[in-house]
């Protein structure tokens, strides 16, 4: 289903919209994902390239390899410092947007984990979730 999907960071330099299918979310427990939410774990949503476009302001990226070996670039606003989307060089037709930006939370819909071998002891997530060691692959 086709859907209208807002968002953007804390102080407001940064908007983004997204015009396409969201699908399920991904909670993500590898050691970058846990340094850039700022907490447990991060949630992000995939959805279409394509469909996804900056609306105002200028986003900064920051690249480094994640623990699959593969680099990810992740975006932030240049500002307040807000996670707004992740961009994997693998898959560039995709951007991961941080559920956090999201102007609408009620969109997250969370289908699996991955890289629980790296997650916290303080933190559980639903333990019926599809849950993979390491990423999906």
């Not at 919209?17 to 050691?31: F, K, P, S």
């Not at 850039?36 to 469909?51: D, N, Y």
């Not at 986003?59 to 699959?68: E, F, Q």
């Amino acid at each position: 289903m086709r859907q209208v999907v807002t968002g953007g960071c804390l102080c407001g330099g940064v908007r983004y919209r997204y015009e396409g299918e969201v699908r399920d979310a991904n909670y993500c427990h590898c050691a970058d994902c846990r340094r850039i939410s700022g907490s447990a774990f991060g949630v992000s949503v995939p959805v279409e390239a394509a469909g996804f476009e900056i609306v105002k302001g200028e986003p900064k990226g920051y690249t480094k390899a994640g623990d699959s070996g593969r680099a990810v670039t992740r975006f932030f606003c240049p500002d307040c410092g807000s996670p707004l989307f992740t961009v994997p060089p693998l898959h560039p037709e995709v951007r991961f947007l941080k559920a956090g930006s999201l102007d609408d939370p009620c969109l997250v819909r969370p289908a699996r984990q991955s890289w629980t071998s790296s997650r916290v002891s303080w933190a559980a997530i639903d333990p019926d979730l599809p849950s993979f060691d390491k990423g999906r692959t």
